[in-house]
């Protein structure tokens, strides 16, 4: 049987089961007691294969309980029990019911074929049968208060007639068995391509939004960055005389060029899909001391422990994310808690991870810091570093800590984490 034959199962309530067999069970029973067999069952012979018959209207009705996990076992067992002993079609019936409902192909009809001739060999049992105690059917369409023992004849056309009410009640209620699953399956489709529809939607929005803020940034940022490198160099080239206003003048010129460097970097993360960190060949954890020494020439008194295993091994997502978690950091620090010593710690390794902890004395919040990550809510920069750290599958935790004195910036990521 090919696997895309089978439709989508869902397991019945047990009451179901239990009413169909005791149904069937109830039916079997009637077919037995009004046939030649339970007639006869004072005979020795005959008494012992009517308590067979019994237990078999018993037993065979309890197959039902499997007839979910093995259709096909279950439907042909119950059609060979119906052709040896006199127990009638109902429970092959009601099996194959279930086995249309749940089965596909050729084997399915196959087992039809089967059930139906147990309930015409059935049907012609009961029409052959010479008097109304041996035939369910004469007792049913005799004479109103014959006794028993009378004897009635049946037109030959009951036979197809029985046959056809049998098989089609079985097989309609198996086929619509089948459609309302598989509408039910279709309707669980429909639902899924409709949330997926709607979360791709949603992510073009933001991707075509994303777009239209990385061409405001460009036409703004780098037109003003571009003319304050310009006339940095200038000032840089005519202050020959004065060495403090040339060295100053270079420092602007070159922070110029790099936060220019940093435009282009982050406007290609806003341009590039989402859930796919682009990253940068250039960048890895081994440059993070040279943003520490930034900060520090800035006259920023800066406390770094830096003890990365194998750095330069690391993925370029997760360098690139180290790179600029820190970067963020030191720069929230600079500019909520100026002059304040900041105490930066970055370790970590393959086995264990990157963490990377921030602190700084924490300063009562002020007019002019309102809604600043010094007032220990998230602010802008806070939210940048939560969106990396989830990106790489790690986690940001932020607050204060030693009695409230300190503020503190705790990020843990994943050494080899996927983008998600």
Request: proline share 5%; with cysteine.
């Amino acid at each position: 049987m090919d696997v895309a034959s089978v439709v989508t199962e869902r397991r019945a309530p047990w009451w179901r089961t239990a009413l169909l067999i005791a149904c069937c069970a109830f039916a079997s029973l009637t077919s037995l007691v009004f046939s030649e067999l339970g007639q006869r069952a004072e005979d020795g012979g005959s008494m012992l294969l009517t308590l067979v018959g019994f237990f078999a209207c018993l037993l065979v009705p309890l197959a039902l309980i499997w007839r979910h996990r093995a259709p096909y076992t279950v439907a042909l067992t119950a059609a060979a029990a119906g052709i040896v002993l006199p127990l009638g079609a109902s429970t092959a019936l009601v099996a194959l019911a279930s086995l249309v409902g749940r089965r596909r192909g050729a084997d399915v009809w196959w087992t039809a074929g089967a059930v139906a001739v147990t309930t015409t060999l059935a049907a012609v049992r009961d029409v052959t049968a010479p008097t109304m105690a041996e035939s369910l059917l004469k007792s049913m369409l005799g004479p109103v208060g014959a006794p028993p023992g009378t004897v009635v004849e049946l037109n030959w056309w009951v036979v197809p007639v029985v046959v056809s009410l049998g098989m089609g009640a079985a097989l309609g209620v198996g086929l619509a068995l089948r459609a309302r699953r598989e509408a039910r399956e279709s309707a669980r489709e429909a639902t899924t391509v409709r949330r997926t529809s709607t979360r791709l939607g949603d992510e073009l929005a933001r991707q075509v939004e994303r777009e239209r803020i990385a061409r405001e940034v460009h036409d703004v940022l780098g037109h003003r960055l571009s003319l304050l490198n310009l006339h940095a160099g200038a000032l840089e080239a005519n202050a020959r005389g004065d060495a403090d206003l040339a060295r100053s003048a270079a420092l602007v010129r070159e922070s110029a060029g790099q936060s220019l460097d940093d435009l282009r970097s982050l406007l290609a993360v806003l341009r590039h899909p989402m859930g796919d960190e682009p990253t940068d060949p250039d960048l890895s954890l081994v440059d993070l001391q040279a943003v520490i020494e930034e900060t520090v020439e800035t006259g920023v008194p800066v406390s770094a422990t830096v003890y990365l295993d194998r750095a330069s091994e690391a993925e370029p997502a997760l360098a690139r994310a180290v790179y600029r978690i820190v970067q963020e950091m030191l720069t929230n620090a600079r500019k909520h808690a100026p002059g304040e010593q900041i105490r930066l710690s970055v370790v970590g390794g393959p086995g264990d991870g990157v963490r990377i902890d921030a602190r700084n004395r924490y300063l009562a919040p002020s007019p002019d810091r309102a809604g600043a990550e010094g007032d220990a809510r998230p602010g802008q920069g806070l939210q940048g570093i939560a969106e990396r750290a989830e990106l790489l599958g790690g986690r940001l935790a932020y607050g204060l800590d030693d009695g409230g004195r300190t503020f503190r910036v705790t990020v843990t990521l994943p050494w080899g984490a996927p983008l998600r």
